[in-house]
């Protein structure tokens, strides 16, 4: 649901400062990936966050997740199977359908990159005044419900680009 906007619109700017944000996000979470052990790619990171969040995940709906084939989604369980982190198994009442699940093994990987990009984020929030952080907390709280199902955060509407208060959120 992308629409076309004027390049200086207040949304568009928003939108321009918000992505060079994310793009430190997303540097965080790689940073914090490769500190773990067994060192795995970001994609295998993914698919096992995907199927401990989905527990009822099989390997097509693993594959659709991840946007990637049967046959590449069906390659990369195998290594995740062999390294232990993951697990296939045979749903009862249907042996046709294989069912993924973490292992415990798997589960303390995800925990452990859950720690070390929690560590890093606190690291880089340090430096951002407590006011700017509480904004900053209102402003992901308002752009993660936007993207969700449901009602917005009362009082933020990003979609004019401030807040209902007239705070730009650019200001974080």
């Known amino acids: 649901m992308c629409r076309e906007q004027e390049p200086d619109s207040p949304s568009h700017v928003v ?33 096992l966050e995907a199927v401990a969040r989905r527990p009822s995940l099989n390997v097509t709906g693993l594959a659709e997740h991840l946007g990637m084939g049967l046959p590449s ?52 929030l340090e430096a951002v005044p407590p006011e700017r952080r509480q904004r900053l907390e209102q402003v992901l709280r308002a752009v993660h419900e936007a993207g969700t199902p449901g009602p917005a955060t009362p ?7 401030s807040g209902a208060d007239g705070e730009d959120p650019a200001q974080v």
């Open 73 to 124: 989604a069906s390659r990369l369980c195998d290594r995740l199977e062999a390294a232990g982190l993951l697990r296939r198994y045979v749903r009862p009442g249907d042996r046709r359908e294989v069912r993924l699940e973490v292992t415990e093994q798997g589960r303390r990987l995800l925990a452990e990159v859950t720690e070390r990009l929690s560590a890093h984020l606190a690291d880089a």
């Open 155 to 161: 009082g933020t509407d990003l979609r004019h680009g």
């Open 15 to 47: 939108g321009r400062q918000l992505a060079e944000a994310v793009k430190n996000l997303v540097a965080l979470w790689f940073s914090a990936v490769d500190d773990v052990r067994p060192r795995l790619p970001a994609r295998q990171i993914r698919a």
